[in-house]
């Protein structure tokens, strides 16, 4: 299939039947809400049976409405403004019950990170970033925090770890000036992506370094860049982004990477607990 699927609809639309152009043109013209309408709703809402949206997907050459979707949501995703964001919140949330809506939501990307998961994909970057000269870390905006959260821990576990500073442009290269083969460098991007991790990305892998994306899927600008990729779902909560699984994604590289270099993190951590306890570091039963 096409990655461009409002291309594919506006072109075939002259052969389509009365409804399945009442749910083109829609699309076409709403394409930011239809991505996340069921096909019962998006037939309500354009006057058409349920069987016809789904005979629409089929016309596409799509097994079911569900990969339709699932295609749109991909292509328009990153297309969506703030303001955008909150319309098809609203529509999506039950705003009586926001905190089941939320959280149940993550625990499904949760599950569904778990399950599409490529694990040979995993190890792969495991080995790369145990075996890495240096380890950059670049994130920014929301991911800003899954960067600093990632390379702080990192920093416990291994010697020449930097997290990239989200600053000027021309500082953001100055960080990675003398990036080279050997090193690795990981790039953390979600919808909406940061053109500077994409264009930081492209930089190193120039240079000869190892790039490893972690990402949403196959149709984000990573893909293509990065030597390796890991995915997880992320998915927008009003103008807030969803980082549950991108989150839980890298506590699982923390743990395995921790797990392959336990005796250096044991000896660490011991001095580590030293310094902790003389300078009063943590709050302890008697303070």
């Known amino acids: 299939m096409e990655n461009d699927i409002l291309s ?50 089929a016309e596409l ?51 569904a990170t778990l399950e599409s998961v490529n694990r040979e994909d995993f190890d792969r970057a495991v080995n790369a970033i145990v075996n890495a000269k240096k380890v950059y870390i670049i994130g920014t905006r929301a991911s800003t925090s899954l960067a600093t959260f990632f390379g702080y821990y990192m920093s416990l576990i291994m010697e020449n770890v930097a997290v990239v500073q989200d600053t000027a442009v021309s500082e953001v290269y100055e960080q990675l000036f003398r990036v080279g083969e050997g090193d690795v460098v990981i790039g953390i991007t979600f919808p909406r992506y940061s053109s500077k991790t994409v264009a930081a990305m492209k930089y190193a892998k120039g240079r ?60 660490t951590f011991r001095r580590l607990e030293d310094v902790w306890s003389e300078y009063s570091v943590f709050l302890t039963d008697d303070q």
């Open 61 to 111: 050459g799509y097994d079911g409405y569900p990969e339709m979707r699932k295609v749109l949501q991909e292509v328009v995703r990153n297309k969506l403004t703030s303001v955008q964001r909150i319309e098809v919140a609203t529509e999506q949330i039950d705003g009586e019950n926001i905190i089941d809506s939320v959280m149940a939501a993550d625990a499904e990307r949760l599950h």
């Open 208 to 267: 000869g370094a190892t790039t490893i994306g972690i990402t949403d899927c196959e149709a984000s600008p990573l893909y293509g860049i990065s030597d390796v990729n890991l995915y997880a779902k992320s998915d927008m909560v009003s103008f807030i982004d969803s980082l549950v699984a991108p989150m839980s994604l890298l506590n699982a590289l923390l743990a395995e990477i921790g797990f392959r270099s336990r005796e250096n993190i044991s000896e």
């Open 8 to 57: 594919v609809i506006e072109r075939e639309a002259p052969g389509f039947s009365k409804g399945q152009r009442l749910i083109a043109k829609y699309i076409l013209e709403n394409y930011d809400k239809a991505a996340f309408m069921t096909a019962g709703k998006l037939g309500k809402t354009v006057g058409v049976s349920e069987s016809t949206v789904v005979r629409f997907a």
